[in-house]
């Protein structure tokens, strides 16, 4: 097989990284690369599915890893993988001496591990150039899940249909499915034993009617999509797409969802009455550690003063990776860096300003390493310890009766819609064909009659069988 068809089965098959942005696949089989690298570090606090699927699937994943490394050529092929995942390591362990190019790197359990920037350090000590590409070093990430998808369609001729989504939090039994498409997060909790508190134990809906909740009963649980960091709040009516890693369950009350709850415009005054820059922000942030130019203290400073003289201060939050370390564990007076570095950058993007370009890394710290936050400490900070539970993985798709798939789930244009009201479609079939430009198809993910399309997403009512 040669690049360029490994690339259009890739693209042929909808496959985009699963989690984070939604990357299209296809434009990382590049033969520039000489390292392409396998993530298995689980960024986000109780995440666990990356780690699971390697664990039962490392035969196959390792496969095609490997199959991956000898079609572009690259010189190795890595497996970045937490020391602590025990497991994983060990069926990694059986397969590994079959793939000469293949070898393990151990990570240390800190976090954001799973940052792209972060990983290529510690697994190559290359590090990328600030607003860079990993290619650019001759690198190409990947991580669990979206190998696992390259196998099935090379195997098995499989699109992205499904997703493996793990829920946690106030749960009955936590749990880590994988869903069609489109099913809503609501009947993905429903998967877990549905909520803990009250009613909400039982789904929180009228006996007989599965879609309606009864009265205020989504209001004391929320569902933190993604996870604890860089997750976002959701609804249990939104549909899980193909970068839908986790499910959270937490009361409103929880800090994590009340740092998120609070308005821009509250944190910008905090930030002005009570910012000391004690510059642990920045002392902690793990891209800063890397040489990388952006220092939160000193935004914090210029935008609580409106001093727009100092433009670095600004121009740098391009380099930021919204890993929410410096808002969720560093800052002593739990201001809100993130936040509002994010509504900054948002507001630039906006205004047609664009990353600056040539930026060179300073230096790795040296104290770098005495700077890692461990994910123990981590969790004790954000009250999550308690929800550090097994969450077994089950991977045969469950089924649903009904699926919203959107049409953007990935960065690029969105898909272009290809099937109208009343068309009975099946599982695997093309309803919506990629764009011009960065863009990839999308695919029913279970058999039955199209019921709804708009300029955003087509609905899909289940009708016979869905293997």
Known sequence: MTAEELSQIVRDHGIVGAG????PTYMKIDKRANTILLNCAECEPLLRLHRQLLRDYAREILQTFAMMADVLEAEEAIIGVKEGYKSTVEALKQYVPDHPKVRIQLLPGAYPMGDEVVLIYEATGKVIAPGGLPIDAGVAVFNVETVYNVYRAVENS???????????????KPVTVRVPLGTPLREVVGMAGGEKCGDRAKGGVQPGNGSQPRGDA?????????????????????????TTNAILVLPKTHPIIQSKLMPASVGMKRAASSCCQCETCTDLCPRHNLGHPIEP?????????????????????????SCGLCEMFSCPQGLSPRTLIADCKEGLRKAGIKAPKGVMP?????????????????????????YETDAPLDN?????KKV?????????????????KGDRVSRGQVIAEAAQGLSVPVHASICGVVTEVTDKYVEITAEGQNE
């Open 20 to 23: 984070g942005a939604g990357f």
């Open 218 to 242: 989504w209001d004391d649980l929320v569902y933190l999509v993604g996870g604890p960091m860089m997750g976002h709040i959701g609804s249990p009516y939104d549909p899980v797409t193909k």
């Open 396 to 400: 045969e798709v469950r089924p649903v």
């Open 404 to 420: 919203r798939e959107l049409f953007s789930q990935h960065i690029g244009a969105p898909a272009v819609c290809s099937v109208k």
């Open 362 to 386: 300073s230096p790795v710290k040296e104290s770098r390493q005495y700077r890692r936050v461990p994910e123990e400490r981590l969790e004790a900070r954000l009250a999550l310890t308690k």
């Open 158 to 172: 499989t699109p992205v249909v499904d997703k493996v989504v793990s829920v946690v939090g106030e749960v009955e």
């Open 297 to 321: 203290h000193r935004f914090m400073r210029a935008m609580s003063n409106h001093d727009y003289g100092d433009l670095d201060a600004f121009m740098n939050l391009f380099f930021c990776s």
